[in-house]
């Protein structure tokens, strides 16, 4: 089992699905977690234990962001940086939606950039920093109504693989995890009826990421196991983009 006693997590969107499952698992591992959202995460701090802390935060606000990382670094140090936020809004591409376009690479592309620009003092101090960053397969693979999602997953690739070039000589490693649709209860809405399940027949696994899977990924690549392993984009997908 993976042991991270002793480090401290900040995982953004930890209220979400994939994120208290994150939480829920970085917790068992022994880490000591930030967790962040733009919901109060207080109750999930509490369930998990005393030495977690729950911080509310629009992750659209630079300011915002600088501020929580700051104050996480200063009381509680930084080990591992786990950018799970994101937001999906599809339409398709005539659909000239510029708020919301903006909105889902402010979220999904430019904070992961701001979170990790603000932890990397507090990360090269650790001296085994770990920047674990949430994509999906639409980065990798065209899937239709998903221009904005999509170019802000791919977006984050890139991102990761030059965070992994630039601080790998302070230490730090930086991946990402790049998941098919997770069942999580918003997902379940989106991919109910006849579209989830034309979306699971083309998974050669015939079914979505489960949210512990996804935990998983991101205990094994916060390991020390995984030192060697940086700009790597693991692709939990069940086999969909490999067709």
């Not at 935060?57 to 940086?81: H, K, N, Y």
Request: with cysteine.
């Amino acid at each position: 089992m993976t042991d991270l006693s002793g480090l401290t997590a900040l995982i953004t969107g930890a209220a979400g699905g994939i994120g208290t499952a994150l939480a829920e698992g970085f917790a068992a591992a022994g880490a000591r977690l930030a967790l962040v959202d733009r919901q109060d995460p207080q109750d999930l701090a509490c369930r998990l234990g005393a030495d977690h802390r729950a911080f509310t935060v629009d992750l659209g606000d630079p300011a915002q962001i600088a501020a929580c990382i700051d104050e996480v670094g200063r009381t509680m140090g930084l080990d591992i940086l786990v950018n799970n936020a994101g937001l999906g809004i599809v339409f398709p591409l005539e659909a000239v939606d510029v708020e919301a376009w903006d909105r889902t690479l402010q979220i999904n592309l430019r904070a992961p950039w701001l979170a990790a620009a603000a932890a990397l003092p507090w990360l090269k101090r650790s001296g085994r920093g770990r920047i674990i960053n949430l994509a999906s397969q639409a980065g990798i693979v065209a899937i239709a109504e998903h221009a904005a999602y999509g170019a802000s997953k791919a977006g984050l690739i890139n991102l990761t693989q030059v965070m992994a070039v630039e601080w790998a000589r302070h230490g730090i490693t930086a991946n990402a995890i790049a998941p098919t649709v997770v069942e999580t209860p918003m997902a379940l809405v989106g991919w109910s009826g006849e579209k989830g399940e034309q979306a699971r027949r083309e998974i050669p696994v015939g079914r979505f990421a489960q949210p512990r899977e996804i935990a998983a990924a991101a205990l094994y690549l916060a390991s020390a196991d995984a030192g060697i392993i940086n700009g790597a984009t693991l692709v939990a997908d069940g086999g969909y983009t490999i067709r």
